[in-house]
């Protein structure tokens, strides 16, 4: 399995801010994952990341808004942009088992709670 | 339109009871992943169980088993002897094969509240 870390684990912000959501995995993943878990909600993904490559955004999500990182196999960043109220959310980051195992299993990291006041 | 279907949005059950949280799928990838993950209040996302489109039996996992109905497009997550750390937003989640490694979608979410 693979083991994911966050960073920041939660954080205050200002609205107008930006904030940067670090993830980092134990093993090299081809992809990566970024998810939005609104209050009260289910996850939403929000783009997939690869490395060397610019992230592919899903409808409702753009580059300005939550540009990404991919620097290399291990590490991606996910940041959020000129924050409004409605961005409170848990962001998760997700990647696939590691590649020499199956590729059936999904792992999460565990999670970025932002509040945006 | 909605991929991942969970009508219950809360459920009860007595502790060492069983019970059967209901997933509904719409796909039209032959090839395709059904996933059952646990998120407790903690957040965290911890994944309980996996059923491939081709796998002939049910998947087992402890506790937990999964009734796959491919005909129903069903996924039903039956967890035997609840307990009450058991408690927790449940999530059904469908991947297709077809085109490549896709990442999951995921259904609304059945809250289990399990009573002592």
């Known amino acids: 399995s693979a083991v994911i870390s966050q960073k920041p684990s939660r954080d205050i912000c200002q609205r107008g801010t930006s904030l940067t959501i670090q993830c980092q995995v134990d093993?090299?993943?081809?992809?990566m994952f970024w998810y939005r878990q609104q209050p009260g909600q289910s996850l939403t993904l929000i783009a997939t990341?690869?490395?060397?490559?610019?992230?592919?955004?899903e409808s409702g999500f753009v580059i300005d808004k939550f540009p990404i990182s991919r620097p290399n196999l291990t590490f991606s960043t996910l940041t959020v942009s000129n924050m409004s109220p409605e961005d409170s959310s848990i962001y998760l980051c997700?990647?696939?088992?590691?590649?020499?195992?199956?590729?059936?299993?999904?792992?999460f990291g565990p999670g970025t709670r932002l509040t945006v006041t | 339109a909605q991929k991942i279907t969970q009508t219950q949005p809360g459920m009860f059950v007595q502790e060492k009871e069983a019970v059967t949280l209901d997933c509904t799928y719409d796909?039209?990838?032959?090839?395709?992943?059904l996933f059952w993950y646990k998120q407790p209040s903690s957040g965290e996302m911890i994944f309980l169980i996996y059923q491939g489109s081709y796998d002939q039996q049910n998947a087992t996992e402890g506790r937990y088993s999964l009734n796959f109905q491919k005909a129903r497009k069903s996924a039903n997550l039956v967890i035997s002897a609840s307990q009450l750390g058991d408690s927790a937003m449940y999530f059904c989640a469908m991947r297709e094969f077809e085109s490549g490694n896709t990442p999951l979608v995921f259904g609304k979410g059945t809250r289990l509240s399990v009573i002592a």
């Open positions: 796909t039209s990838d032959p090839s395709y992943g």
């Open positions: 093993s090299q993943v081809t992809m």
């Open positions: 990341a690869n490395q060397g490559s610019e992230a592919t955004y």
């Open positions: 997700s990647v696939y088992s590691a590649e020499s195992a199956s590729v059936y299993e999904q792992y």
